[in-house]
């Protein structure tokens, strides 16, 4: 006989393209995860999705008429910090889309509250497991390009006219630094651990921008230099990862692809799910190109770990002072191209330590 499994129930802030895209069908991927509540401005969008979810207008009255173990917010970044507060506060677990907060201070306050009250933390850094991530990790830990010296990592996209939405408003946590770097800063730092200091240049390249849509970032480790691009002009040609050491070279060039199959309604878990069939290529020291195979992914395994960490007390797939670390980065970078100087990460002596520890 199978026993059961134990039910976390989640209730999803938010159903956006991101809570409509990502969140509700990586939950529903999970077992032992129940979608069971929605806050959004748009009951009949959710309904017309899932009709046996219930429904909620804010998060007050969710909080207050459900019984909803676990809260995702997948808000506007400027609302994560007040909406993960309150659900702390009324006894939930949460899990936050990135960027986790708009500063390091804010992020310190949710990680501090959430350690007072004893409830799980999470940031949603589900890009942990692309396939093309995946991909250069082991590459990096099998030794294949040496010793590196440079990696570069491009989130690009080719979207040339400016749309009405949040995400390219002159609003606080708006523009393309704070949509896509807190994917390209937790990469790094889970590859490479701190930086010694980061150098950054923005940019609002298209016609109309009213936000920076173009980033230009190095973080720098030593003599070792990690480069994360970002652009909205972007059409192609560009390689997701580049890699360069004392052994040879190796790009991924295309992107994982499940971004992409969610948008074109595949289910997680199906055959396909996660597949990757551009190689890796390495260059070794001869000129001669050579292919490996790039492992799946699965953005799933994220709100696997959730489940456990919750069930069985396992470890938080992404930690507070992990959060933290990647705030401090995303705020230097800022300070950087203000100043156009070189800024280390603001972090006391004991957050370094936790960091590195994870």
């Given at each position: 006989?199978?026993?059961?499994?134990?039910?976390?129930?989640?209730?999803?802030?938010?159903?956006g393209?991101?809570?409509?895209?990502?969140?509700?069908?990586?939950i529903?991927?999970?077992?032992?995860?129940?979608?069971?509540?929605?806050?959004?401005?748009?009951?009949?969008?959710?309904?017309?999705?899932?009709?046996?979810?219930?429904?909620?207008?804010?998060?007050?009255?969710?909080?207050?008429?459900?019984?909803?173990?676990?809260?995702?917010?997948?808000?506007?970044?400027?609302?994560?910090?007040?909406?993960?507060?309150r659900?702390?506060?009324a006894?939930?677990?949460?899990?936050?889309?990135?960027p986790?907060?708009?500063?390091?201070?804010?992020?310190?306050?949710?990680?501090?509250?959430?350690?007072?009250?004893?409830?799980?933390?999470?940031?949603?850094?589900n890009?942990?497991?692309?396939?093309?991530?995946?991909?250069?990790?082991?590459?990096?830990e099998d030794?294949?390009?040496?010793?590196?010296?440079?990696?570069?990592?491009?989130?690009?996209?080719?979207?040339?006219?400016?749309?009405?939405?949040?995400?390219e408003?002159?609003?606080?946590g708006?523009?393309?630094w704070?949509?896509?770097?807190?994917?390209?800063?937790d990469?790094?730092?889970?590859?490479?651990?701190?930086?010694?200091?980061?150098?950054?240049?923005?940019?609002?390249?298209?016609?109309?921008?009213?936000?920076?849509?173009?980033?230009?970032?190095?973080?720098?480790?030593?003599?070792?230099?990690?480069?994360?691009?970002?652009?909205?002009?972007?059409?192609?040609?560009?390689?997701?990862?580049?890699?360069?050491?004392?052994?040879?070279?190796?790009?991924?060039?295309?992107?994982?692809?499940?971004?992409?199959?969610?948008?074109a309604?595949?289910?997680?878990?199906?055959?396909?799910?996660?597949?990757?069939?551009?190689?890796?290529?390495?260059?070794d020291?001869?000129?001669?190109?050579?292919?490996y195979?790039?492992?799946?992914?699965?953005?799933?395994?994220?709100?696997?770990?959730?489940?456990?960490?919750?069930?069985?007390?396992?470890?938080?797939?992404?930690?507070?002072?992990?959060?933290?670390?990647?705030?401090?980065?995303?705020?230097?970078?800022?300070l950087?191209?203000?100043?156009?100087?070189?800024?280390?990460?603001?972090?006391?002596?004991?957050?370094?330590?936790?960091?590195?520890?994870k």
């Amino acid at each position: 006989m199978v026993e059961k499994k134990e039910i976390i129930k989640v209730g999803l802030i938010g159903y956006g393209f991101v809570g409509k895209t990502f969140h509700a069908p990586l939950i529903n991927a999970v077992d032992g995860l129940e979608l069971a509540a929605i806050v959004s401005s748009h009951p009949e969008i959710v309904r017309e999705d899932l009709p046996d979810v219930s429904v909620y207008p804010d998060i007050d009255i969710m909080l207050s008429n459900s019984n909803v173990d676990l809260v995702v917010i997948a808000t506007p970044n400027d609302t994560h910090k007040p909406l993960a507060e309150r659900a702390i506060l009324a006894g939930r677990h949460v899990v936050v889309d990135k960027p986790f907060t708009l500063t390091t201070d804010d992020a310190r306050y949710l990680a501090d509250l959430a350690a007072r009250e004893s409830k799980l933390l999470s940031v949603f850094q589900n890009r942990r497991w692309d396939s093309d991530f995946l991909g250069v990790k082991q590459v990096i830990e099998d030794g294949l390009v040496g010793e590196l010296a440079q990696f570069e990592s491009h989130f690009d996209r080719f979207r040339p006219a400016v749309r009405q939405r949040w995400r390219e408003e002159a609003v606080p946590g708006g523009g393309l630094w704070y949509d896509l770097a807190p994917h390209m800063v937790d990469q790094a730092l889970q590859l490479f651990g701190l930086p010694d200091n980061v150098q950054a240049s923005f940019a609002a390249q298209r016609s109309g921008a009213k936000t920076t849509d173009w980033v230009h970032v190095i973080l720098s480790y030593g003599e070792k230099r990690v480069i994360l691009q970002g652009s909205m002009l972007v059409a192609g040609g560009t390689a997701r990862f580049t890699l360069h050491g004392d052994k040879g070279s190796l790009i991924k060039q295309h992107p994982d692809q499940q971004e992409a199959q969610l948008r074109a309604g595949m289910k997680p878990n199906c055959e396909d799910w996660g597949k990757d069939n551009d190689p890796l290529v390495f260059w070794d020291a001869d000129g001669k190109s050579h292919h490996y195979p790039t492992p799946s992914g699965d953005q799933t395994e994220y709100y696997r770990e959730i489940y456990t960490a919750l069930i069985n007390g396992y470890a938080n797939p992404v930690t507070p002072i992990q959060a933290i670390a990647v705030m401090a980065v995303i705020e230097a970078a800022i300070l950087s191209n203000q100043s156009g100087e070189r800024i280390a990460p603001d972090l006391t002596d004991i957050e370094k330590r936790a960091f590195e520890k994870k």
